[in-house]
């Protein structure tokens, strides 16, 4: 899985084992239970994507050892690159071994950063590592006073303030809730289009306007705030001329910066 699906409520998660049969499948556990999850079975590129993504949670392999991988890298160096990272330094990250470590180990790990030692049995049976997850994420939430950080595309956004900031731009932009919302469900998305019936449904509470016009206006009205940047918000209609909505990853700059950039190619 290359990025993190649409988010739940208990929290985005994000896996890294480099055993392709366990960390997809435990991934695929959290789903059910809740969670926003994707694995990564390339250390490297899990790390790398955690400190784009930041996610609520880390759950890491403490046997990362697959010399094959472009960029093999241990447990140890996973967690003292996310913990000295800005973005990843408050992420709560969850070790998991498949044998029962020394307490030596489990105290090595620890005083790099983790926030609990688990055997990969311990972390599927009975929902221990799904409880564990919750409780630290909530507890996470509230001392940092912010639910939610998302980035995609080189544009940040604090969903709980609704503060957005994006490349070159002078200053943050301030968004309705509304607005935040809106864009939570496209950025989460990863750049894929969503359906107009279900960007609704999960807006439904916050805005006024009927069915048929309610995302539109929404819409309309983030592309306004958003000013020359409006096109980070395109519009899909399907051959059933469904409209769906996505989040341009590839607009990072504005209309005149794109020209000058076209201009700049044909020399």
């Known amino acids: 899985m290359r990025s993190l699906p649409i988010s739940a409520a208990a929290g985005r998660v994000l896996v890294i084992d480099d055993d392709p049969g366990f960390g997809p499948c435990l991934a695929r556990l959290l789903q059910t239970q809740g969670f926003s999850a994707a694995c990564f079975t390339d250390p490297a590129q899990g790390v790398a994507r955690a400190i784009e993504t930041v996610p609520d949670a880390v759950v890491l392999d403490a046997c990362l050892r697959d010399p094959a991988l472009p960029e093999p890298i241990s447990a140890q160096e996973a967690i003292r690159r996310l913990k000295s990272n800005g973005a990843t330094r408050r992420v709560p990250i969850f070790v ?122 929404a819409v309309c009205r983030l592309r306004s705030k958003l000013g020359a940047r409006g096109g980070l918000i395109q519009c899909v209609r399907s051959l059933d001329g469904a409209r769906r909505y996505r989040f341009d990853v590839g607009w990072a700059q504005t209309a005149a910066e794109r020209a000058v950039t076209a201009g700049l190619r044909r020399h």
């Open 96 to 217: 998991i071994s498949g044998i029962r470590r020394s307490a030596e180990d489990e105290a090595e790990f620890r005083m790099l950063g983790a926030a609990m030692f688990l055997t990969k049995s311990e972390a599927v049976e009975s929902g221990v590592l799904a409880r564990h997850l919750k409780a630290e994420i909530s507890l996470n939430r509230r001392e940092t006073g912010s639910s939610r950080l998302l980035s995609l595309g080189g544009a940040l956004l604090d969903a709980e303030r609704g503060v957005l900031r994006l490349p070159r731009a002078a200053s943050p932009i301030q968004l309705s809730p509304a607005e935040s919302r809106l864009l939570s469900i496209l950025i989460e998305a990863g750049g894929a289009a969503i359906e107009e019936a279900f960007i609704h449904a999960r807006l439904l509470h916050r805005l006024r306007e009927g069915k048929s016009t309610a995302v539109k206006t």
